[in-house]
């Protein structure tokens, strides 16, 4: 089973993106589907999660900016990301059934 998470990247306060996490070996729809994201050094902070049955569900930090969903057809969970604020920045991590972890992918929000 593998994840591959991507869609990071820089871009400016206020401004946007979308992370993907395509799964390989399992289906996602199956699976609870989390995000997490992290910086060196701090703390694994849980920010948004899917259930199987499509119920979503959103860290305070990011509730009302960011919205996780899925793609069946193509196996894919998405983190959109609007508002983005510096202080979203660190390395996101796509997660499924809380031991199945993707690689990180870099986000920074520049001020």
């Known amino acids: 089973v593998q994840l591959q998470a991507c869609g990071g990247g820089l871009v400016q306060a206020g401004g946007s993106l979308r992370l993907s996490c395509t799964a390989s070996g399992t289906i996602v729809s199956m699976n609870v589907m989390r995000w997490y994201r992290q910086t060196p050094g701090k703390q694994r902070e849980w920010v948004a999660t899917i259930t199987s049955t499509g119920g979503a569900s959103y860290a305070d930090s990011v509730k009302g900016r960011f919205t996780i969903s899925r793609d069946n057809a193509k196996n894919t969970v998405y983190l959109q990301m609007i508002s983005l604020k510096p202080e979203d920045t660190t390395v996101y991590y796509c997660?499924?059934?809380?031991?199945?972890w993707g690689q990180g992918t870099l986000v920074t929000v520049s001020s």
């Open positions: 997660n499924a059934n809380g031991y199945i």
